[in-house]
C-alpha cells in the first residue's frame, strides 16, 4: 500500500512529510495494518518528525485507531526515554 512512498527518493523534506500528513487523513477505520511499514520507516528514518507527528494527530487526529498505533510505537520506541513517557502519558489520555 506505501511501497511507493517509501521508495521514492526524497525531493524534499516537506514533500515527505506532506505525504505522509495526506496519507493519515484517507485512513479507513479498523485498517491498521498497511500503516506499520510506514510507521516503521519514518520512526527510524525521521525519529523527531515522528515525535512532533505523533502527538499532533493524538490531539487533532479523527482514527482512534491510529491513535493507539501512535502511542504504542511511541511507548516501545527505542528513540529515547522522552517518547516512550510521551506514549504513556498519551495511553493514559485514552478512553478505556
Known amino acids: 500500500m506505501f511501497e511507493d512512498l517509501l521508495r521514492t527518493p526524497i525531493s524534499s ?3 515527505y512529510r506532506l505525504s505522509i ?7 479507513p477505520h479498523r485498517d491498521v495494518a498497511p ?7 519514518v520512526h527510524e528514518n525521521d525519529p523527531l518528525f515522528f515525535g512532533h507527528l505523533s502527538a499532533w494527530y493524538f490531539d487533532n487526529g479523527a482514527v ?13 520506541s527505542k528513540f529515547s526515554d ?5 506514549g504513556l502519558s498519551m495511553l493514559q489520555k485514552m478512553p478505556p
Open 13 to 15: 523534506e516537506q514533500d
Open 21 to 27: 500528513l495526506n496519507t493519515l487523513l484517507r485512513t
Open 35 to 41: 500503516y506499520i511499514p510506514l510507521f516503521q520507516h
Open 64 to 76: 482512534h485507531d491510529l491513535k493507539q498505533l501512535f502511542v504504542a510505537f511511541m511507548v516501545t
Open 82 to 86: 522522552e517518547y516512550r513517557d510521551s
